[in-house]
């Protein structure tokens, strides 16, 4: 079991501190290590919505049971390396400008190091806020490329780094232990890479300072592809299908383009692939369970459970044949873009679930909050959700909606198997049926409030195709009613999205449509000058 040396400051340099500090009657250093430590784990593309958590029994019990569970949780964008920007940086794509997970679309290139990367909560708690950090596992989708640093590089506010070279695996990886590189090959007690961040995590508990916060992020490849359950796992669940909800299977026929070309009803191949799938995703959250029980008991036996939050919660969600798309993320529904989150800490009481609206944005600025750091002195988008956590605000004083932008990614040239899809697609599975394309770029306002739970898009595409939903009357989005919500809704959600799509910062988190706070002026948007609502407009006729 590898394992990553720890420097640790001598005990006489924090006497020292204490004893020049002695004629103020307290010591300023052991009040600053009283602050929460914090504990964050990341999945991998793992839902909510299709059963993600049924088999993570422990980790519910200990985190989920033990503090609070929030039902609408979002992310920003959804797919692996802008979400995974958006929870380093608190920011919307727009702003920290990764809109894919390739190189060319700023996922772990050089410019993101520089411009964004010493923005990062990480490094706002390493060096403002006296924390030691630790990350293990998966960073970003092309970290690791020698075309921006390779793995020798470092990213700002680590202070124990271990990154896995590109996307997950479980098997056969390498690792960037402190900028240098650990080869993994796949013999389960040494490598099985769920395991390893496991016990590196236990190790880092082990061996930090015992004289200041610590801040520690575990970042699993479950439930990603490809899926490899470790031996113990590997027979679990034999019956489990994908859950037939509603709109399993069935033709989304007012919807975008690119989802009303998914053949229906699908193929029994495509239907036993997804379903096995389904199952691997599953045997594979296992480990991730056991490794949060070895964490949540490792913190307990230190003494430091008490003093330490432990947030959960995955990057993006995922479907297994929901309008007949068969494996993927990157759609606006609530399957793809909704994602667990539970969350246990001091002043967190037991059993609470949330309604409260929070997105992937908000958990830099909810961190930094927890460390004491003002998040006004950042240029984060999101809001710290810890004064709903600690039951000081209520529904009626809360934000009310998020911002969703995706950017669709397509092939310039036609996939000989599938002539009659012509370029532009991508994500095709053997039967022709594509789960994106260029223009399946698209921006949400996803509204959560006390009288509406609504989803307003615009696909940035030539029809201008617009998807609402009234997710309280139709959670499983199949109706589309954009042509006949009250057109005053249309152009106050479609002014609200174009602020939301420019905003940054504390803009970000002005009142939302369905806010009691909220002022709309048409004649700042809807003359005839205004080309964007004339379109809509007339397609909406």
């Known amino acids: 079991m590898a394992s990553i040396h720890l420097r640790l400051p001598t005990l006489l340099n924090v006497l020292l501190i204490c004893v020049t500090l002695l004629l103020n009657?307290?010591?300023?250093?052991?009040?600053?290590?009283?602050?929460?430590?914090?504990?964050?784990?990341?999945?991998?593309?793992?839902?909510?919505?299709?059963?993600?958590?049924?088999?993570?029994?422990?980790?519910?019990?200990?985190?989920?049971?033990a503090g609070i569970s929030f039902t609408n949780a979002f992310v920003a964008s959804p797919l692996c390396c802008p979400s995974r920007a958006s929870i380093l940086t608190g920011k919307y794509p727009h702003n920290h400008h990764v809109i894919n997970n390739t190189l060319e679309g700023n996922c772990s290139s050089l410019a993101w190091q520089k411009s964004q990367e010493p923005q990062t909560f990480?490094?706002?708690?390493?060096?403002?806020?006296?924390?030691?950090?630790?990350?293990?596992?998966?960073?970003?989708?092309?970290?690791?490329?020698?075309?921006?640093?390779?793995?020798?590089?470092?990213?700002?506010?680590?202070?124990?780094?271990?990154?896995?070279e590109r996307n997950s695996k479980y098997y056969n990886y390498t690792l960037s232990v402190n900028g240098k590189a650990k080869?993994?090959?796949?013999?389960?007690?040494?490598?099985?890479?769920?395991?390893v961040l496991a016990n590196m995590s236990l190790d880092f508990l082990q061996y930090k300072s015992n004289y200041r916060p610590f801040f520690m992020m575990v970042s699993t490849p479950a439930p990603h592809s490809p899926w490899t359950a470790a031996p113990q796992y590997e027979n679990s669940y034999p019956d489990v299908k994908a859950p037939r909800d509603p709109n399993f299977?069935?033709?989304?026929?007012?919807?975008?383009?690119?989802?009303?070309?998914?053949?229906?009803?699908?193929?029994?191949?495509?239907?036993?692939?997804?379903?096995?799938a389904f199952r691997k995703r599953w045997r594979t959250l296992l480990s991730?369970?056991?490794?949060?029980?070895?964490?949540?008991?490792?913190?307990?036996?230190?003494?430091?459970?008490?003093?330490?939050?432990?947030?959960?919660?995955?990057?993006?969600?995922?479907?297994?044949?929901?309008?007949?798309?068969?494996?993927?993320?990157?759609?606006?529904?609530?399957?793809?873009?909704?994602?667990?989150?539970?969350?246990?800490?001091?002043?967190?009481?037991?059993?609470?679930?949330s309604p409260m609206l929070v997105a992937n944005v908000d958990l830099g600025p909810t961190i930094l909050d927890i460390a004491g750091y003002d998040v006004n002195k950042t240029q984060m988008d999101g809001m710290s959700f810890l004064?709903?956590?600690?039951?000081?605000?209520?529904?009626?004083?809360?934000?009310?909606?998020?911002?969703?932008?995706?950017?669709?990614?397509?092939?310039?040239?036609?996939?000989?198997?599938?002539?009659?899809?012509?370029?532009?697609?991508?994500?095709?599975?053997?039967?022709?049926?594509?789960?994106?394309?260029?223009?399946?770029?698209?921006?949400c306002v996803r509204t959560v409030a006390p009288s509406t739970n609504l989803q307003y898009c615009e696909f940035d595409d030539n029809e201008v195709f617009v998807e609402v939903y009234n997710v309280t009357?139709?959670?499983?989005?199949?109706?589309?009613?954009?042509?006949?919500?009250?057109?005053?809704?249309?152009?106050?959600?479609?002014?609200?999205?174009?602020?939301?799509?420019?905003?940054?910062?504390?803009?970000?988190?002005?009142?939302?449509?369905?806010?009691?706070?909220?002022?709309?002026?048409?004649?700042?948007?809807?003359?005839?000058?205004?080309?964007?609502?004339?379109?809509?407009?007339?397609v909406l006729k």
């Open 122 to 164: 990480p490094a706002l708690l390493q060096t403002y806020a006296g924390y030691q950090t630790f990350f293990a596992g998966k960073y970003l989708n092309e970290y690791g490329n020698s075309d921006a640093g390779g793995i020798e590089h470092v990213p700002a506010g680590w202070d124990y780094w271990v990154g896995l």
């Open 288 to 353: 991730v369970d056991d490794l949060v029980e070895k964490v949540v008991k490792r913190l307990e036996v230190r003494g430091e459970l008490e003093n330490t939050y432990v947030i959960f919660t995955s990057d993006n969600g995922y479907h297994t044949g929901q309008f007949s798309l068969p494996l993927d993320k990157r759609q606006l529904y609530e399957f793809d873009i909704k994602v667990p989150l539970m969350v246990r800490g001091p002043k967190i009481q037991a059993n609470q679930t």
């Open 249 to 276: 299977n069935v033709h989304g026929k007012d919807k975008h383009w690119l989802i009303r070309q998914a053949k229906t009803p699908m193929t029994n191949s495509s239907v036993e692939f997804l379903d096995e």
């Open 25 to 65: 009657n307290e010591c300023v250093v052991a009040k600053t290590y009283r602050r929460p430590n914090i504990v964050l784990i990341l999945t991998d593309d793992l839902d909510i919505a299709i059963g993600g958590l049924n088999p993570l029994i422990k980790t519910k019990k200990l985190i989920g049971d």
């Open 473 to 538: 009357a139709d959670p499983f989005q199949l109706s589309n009613i954009a042509k006949s919500i009250d057109q005053e809704v249309l152009e106050k959600m479609n002014h609200r999205l174009m602020m939301l799509q420019s905003c940054s910062g504390q803009a970000c988190r002005t009142p939302g449509v369905y806010d009691t706070r909220y002022k709309f002026d048409p004649r700042l948007m809807f003359g005839s000058h205004n080309p964007r609502i004339s379109r809509l407009r007339q």
């Open 387 to 443: 004064p709903v956590m600690q039951g000081q605000v209520n529904s009626s004083s809360w934000r009310t909606d998020i911002l969703v932008e995706y950017e669709g990614e397509g092939s310039n040239i036609t996939d000989p198997a599938c002539p009659l899809l012509g370029p532009g697609v991508s994500e095709c599975f053997p039967d022709c049926v594509c789960e994106d394309s260029y223009n399946n770029t698209y921006a």
């Open 183 to 195: 080869k993994h090959g796949q013999n389960y007690s040494t490598d099985y890479l769920t395991d």
